[in-house]
């Protein structure tokens, strides 16, 4: 009998989603290869953690094993052959027709839901995968353009190994997992999934001893710097893509793409408002009832002079045609919001002076 799915992850059968993906969680970090270099036992339960949660996580797919759980239709489940041919209880090559394994119901993306691009590092984990950054800029920069410092983390081969995992001198020998092809299969004939070897890490081979820089992973993580540019209106969650500027090239695949995500920073005066820059600046209750003139400053460092006239209202707003945020040959404006600031009541002289000019007008209080 296969093993229940249900008791890899330790859940009952009725678990909700959320209580599996915790599961998983947990039992997958603990388990992973990764963490346990030279633990084959390891890396063989991480491949049953992995496969109960694909198929427990899908919802058709884990109402499909339920019914089959229910009727013991999973006798003899759980059979796995190596990419190379694979071996049944017929012999090389064979398929036993009893058997099926419910890893092979439409395995996905096993790693990425806790590792992301880091956590897959057999094959998929090099070469082409494109690399993902986020990088917080000025709101300044943002609006106008132009370059920011990036550093991204990529996987360069070890210059100890030269990529193949082993100490110097070390033997290697076939992954017996694997067969020496680098991955596995999940199921049998139509229904095979093939996936990196999770013993070898996808390599084929097993060292008698791990390299003592990159621990056999046969990379190592290092610090890649670079000025990004910024284009002009830049706005939070906009991207960009760089052609060949994440991890290396590797085993005949081009270099991968970085995509750079830009997080805007909070200006402590200007906020946007499509093409719009909104600010706003206090006025004393003098400069509000007779008028004033201000200088107030402009998205490029500069001046602009804003006349406001007498008597205006707490929260007018002034606009300043044509230096704001630009785009396509369109040109934003500048909203001024005036806050006018009210004074504490005045004492001696000063406060019975006010008192009498609101008596004269009519002001009560």
Same mark, same amino acid.
């Given at each position: 009998m296969a093993k229940d799915f249900y008791q890899v992850l330790g859940v009952p059968d009725t678990a909700t989603p959320p209580e599996i993906k915790k599961a998983y969680r947990r039992l997958a970090k603990q388990y992973h290869p990764d963490a346990n270099p030279n633990n084959p036992q390891a890396a063989d339960r991480f491949k049953e953690i992995s496969e109960a949660h694909t198929v427990l996580?899908?919802?058709?797919?884990?109402?499909?094993?339920?019914?089959?759980?229910?009727y013991g239709a999973f006798a003899g489940a759980g059979q796995r052959s190596p990419a190379s041919?694979?071996?049944?209880?017929?012999?090389?090559?064979?398929?036993?027709?009893?058997?099926?394994?419910?890893? *092979?119901?439409?395995?996905?993306?096993?790693?990425?839901?806790?590792?992301?691009?880091?956590?897959?590092?057999?094959?998929?984990?090099?070469?082409?995968?494109v690399l993902e950054t986020v990088v917080e800029i000025p709101f300044r920069v943002a609006a106008m353009g132009g370059k920011v410092p990036v550093a991204v983390t990529v996987n360069e081969q070890c210059i100890t190994c030269h990529g193949s995992g082993a100490a110097p001198g070390a033997t290697v020998t076939t992954c017996s997992e694997c067969g020496g092809s680098g991955s596995v299969t999940f199921?049998?004939?139509?229904?095979?999934?093939?996936?990196?070897?999770?013993?070898?890490?996808?390599?084929?081979?097993?060292?008698?001893?791990?390299?003592?820089?990159?621990?056999?992973?046969?990379?190592?993580? =290092?610090?890649?710097?670079?000025? %990004?540019?910024?284009?002009?209106?830049?706005?939070?969650?906009?991207?960009?893509r760089l052609k060949g500027q994440g991890n290396?090239?590797? *085993?005949?695949?081009?270099?991968?793409?970085?995509?750079?995500?830009?997080?805007?920073?909070? *200006?402590?005066?200007?906020?946007r408002d499509g093409l719009d820059l909104?600010?706003? %600046?206090?006025?004393?209750?003098?400069?509000?009832?007779?008028? =004033? =003139?201000?200088?107030?400053?402009?998205? *490029?460092?500069?001046? %602009? %002079?804003?006349?406001?006239?007498?008597?205006?209202?707490?929260?007018? =707003?002034?606009?300043?045609?044509?230096?704001?945020?630009?785009?396509?040959g369109r040109k934003g404006d500048q909203l001024i919001t005036v806050d006018v600031q009210i004074p504490a009541p005045a004492e001696g002289e000063a406060g019975a002076l006010f008192k009498k000019y609101a008596e004269m007008v009519g002001l009560k209080y």
């Open positions: 996580s899908d919802a058709d797919q884990r109402s499909k094993y339920d019914r089959m759980r229910k041919g694979g071996r049944g209880p017929g012999g090389p090559g064979q398929v036993d027709e009893n058997s099926f394994d419910f890893g *092979d119901i439409g395995l996905g993306d096993i790693f990425s839901s806790i590792f992301g691009a880091r956590g897959r590092r057999g094959e998929e984990a090099r070469g082409s995968e199921g049998q004939g139509s229904f095979a999934v093939h996936r990196p070897c999770p013993k070898c890490r996808g390599k084929g081979k097993i060292p008698s001893q791990y390299c003592g820089t990159c621990a056999g992973a046969g990379e190592i993580r =290092t610090e890649r710097r670079l000025n %990004v540019t910024v284009p002009a209106g830049t706005e939070s969650g906009a991207k960009i290396p090239a590797r *085993d005949g695949r081009p270099a991968s793409d970085l995509v750079v995500s830009f997080q805007v920073q909070q *200006d402590r005066f200007f906020t909104r600010c706003e %600046v206090p006025l004393n209750l003098a400069q509000a009832v007779y008028g =004033t =003139t201000l200088k107030v400053r402009t998205l *490029d460092g500069k001046k %602009v %002079v804003l006349k406001v006239p007498p008597c205006t209202q707490p929260g007018r =707003t002034f606009r300043i045609k044509g230096i704001g945020l630009e785009e396509k």
